[in-house]
């Protein structure tokens, strides 16, 4: 499962370019402010809202560009996103952190939970 932020467009367009290449639907997306979510993968929405977070078939547990490039890897069907991730996973995180932190800059579209409010109640 990958848990995005639903409040943010520029993170929902991300999960539609995400769903858009899962031809075979092997990628289930929920934002972190649907109820339960956050627990439902073993953490909490703090930790969601900091990060993406990947829950594999596996039951491990990844965040940011980890969590990306592990998604990549299930919609493709390959291990060369990972592969490429452990040879400049430093560089890569240091750039997840960075878009995180501004991810509101970035352009998106109507974020999810705008778009789908009762699925984000009390968020």
């Known amino acids: ?6 409040n943010c467009g520029f993170c929902t367009r991300s999960v539609g370019w995400v769903r858009a290449m899962d031809r075979r639907g092997r990628i289930e997306v929920r ?4 109820p339960g979510v956050p627990e439902s993968i073993g953490t909490d929405a703090s930790t969601c809202a900091d ?3 990947w829950r594999g078939p596996d ?3 990844l965040a940011g560009a980890a969590a990306v490039n592990a998604v990549l890897d299930t919609v493709t069907g390959t291990s060369v996103p ?3 991730y452990r040879a400049t996973s430093g ?7 960075w878009v995180a932190d ?10 999810y939970c705008q ?9």
């Not at 499962?1 to 639903?6: H, P």
């Not at 934002?31 to 649907?34: A, D, I, L, S």
């Not at 560089?91 to 952190?97: A, G, H, I, N, S």
């Open 91 to 97: 560089l890569q995180e240091r750039v997840y952190r």
């Open 82 to 84: 990972s592969t490429l």
């Open 102 to 111: 501004h991810r509101g800059r970035f352009p998106g579209m109507t974020p």
């Open 31 to 34: 934002p972190y402010q649907e």
């Open 1 to 6: 499962m990958l848990v995005f932020d639903g």
């Open 115 to 123: 778009s789908h409010p009762e699925a984000c109640a009390g968020a």
């Open 59 to 61: 039951g491990r547990r």
């Open 51 to 53: 990060a993406v977070q």
